[in-house]
């Protein structure tokens, strides 16, 4: 089995032969799991489940895998949500995908011990909320937020969410596309061929719907909310500017051990970090 993955270009082989092995039940359903893996799936999407940031996360066919990369931008957002303090915070994750990252983040905010999606409940320390436009995305995400006390809403950035959430959002996440239109061509197989094209393709310059999210996010975040992107390196400069033409002071945060790039975008403070 492991000859079989290293053979069709799975680097970290050893590893994926053992969860492979692992996740079947028989020698048949190992043998049709590992078929799946060397036609081209993403693992996460054979054996139905993604590890991030210590939760198992539900992953069906077609749905967005969560990056480990990201895993940077829930650092970033419970670092400056625990600069305010105060009570429970509100978190809506847009273009939540399978739900990881607002997910990961209410966790971390409940101060969970042990953050398990499916042992845990977020409802009496924080108000989660999750939405994306793809229904097969809204439909992973409900098995992944719902059992933890969170709502998940199906539609078009805000669109999606209660009109109630106005002003109340403290930590809002938007992990949408950022790849330019012309670049897709160049990602893995894995990606390009079995994540929906929504969920990969940002525009011209990758930040057509990251620039959206970012125009419209101040009327919906609490005073010191913070809205959260990630961007590459180079697209950080424009990343910044929009956030700024929507009335909220950017910060550029940087992680050279994932080579993630995240911007954010805060209301109510005067100052650049």
């Known amino acids: 089995m492991t000859a079989r993955l290293r053979a069709a270009g799975c680097v970290f082989a050893e590893d994926e032969a053992a969860i492979l092995a692992e996740s079947a039940r028989s020698p048949d359903e190992l043998a049709r799991l590992v078929a799946r893996r060397v036609g081209g799936e993403p693992l996460e999407q054979v054996v139905g489940w993604a590890e991030f940031y210590g939760l198992r996360i539900a992953v069906e066919p077609g749905v967005f895998v969560p990056r480990r990369r990201s895993e940077f931008l829930v650092s970033v ?4 949500a625990g600069q305010r303090g105060g009570p ?7 273009c939540c995908g399978t739900g990881a ?3 990961a983040v209410a966790a971390l905010l409940s101060r969970q011990d042990e953050p398990d999606p499916s042992g845990f409940t977020v409802a009496t320390r924080v108000e989660l909320h999750a939405a994306d436009l793809d229904p097969a995305a809204v439909a992973c995400a409900r098995r992944n937020v719902e059992p933890a006390g969170g709502h998940v809403h199906a539609g078009d950035l805000f669109a999606a969410l209660p009109s109630g959430l106005a ?7 938007c992990n949408a596309p950022y790849v330019p239109t012309t670049e897709i061509a160049f990602m893995p197989a894995e990606a390009r ?4 094209l929504i969920a990969l393709d940002g525009g011209a310059d990758g930040l057509a719907v990251l620039r959206r999210a970012a125009s419209a996010a101040a009327s919906w975040l609490a005073p010191n909310g913070v809205l959260l992107v990630e961007t590459s390196e180079r697209q950080a400069p424009a990343m910044a500017a929009a956030m700024s033409a929507g009335g909220l002071t950017p910060q550029v945060h940087e992680d050279d051990e994932s080579g993630a790039t995240v911007v954010a975008g805060v209301t109510g403070v005067t100052g650049v970090g």
């Open 77 to 80: 957002a419970v670092g400056l």
């Open 88 to 94: 429970a915070p509100v978190i809506v994750d847009l």
């Open 101 to 103: 990252l607002g997910l």
């Open 167 to 173: 002003g109340r959002i403290d930590v809002l996440t």
């Open 193 to 196: 061929d079995h994540e929906a």
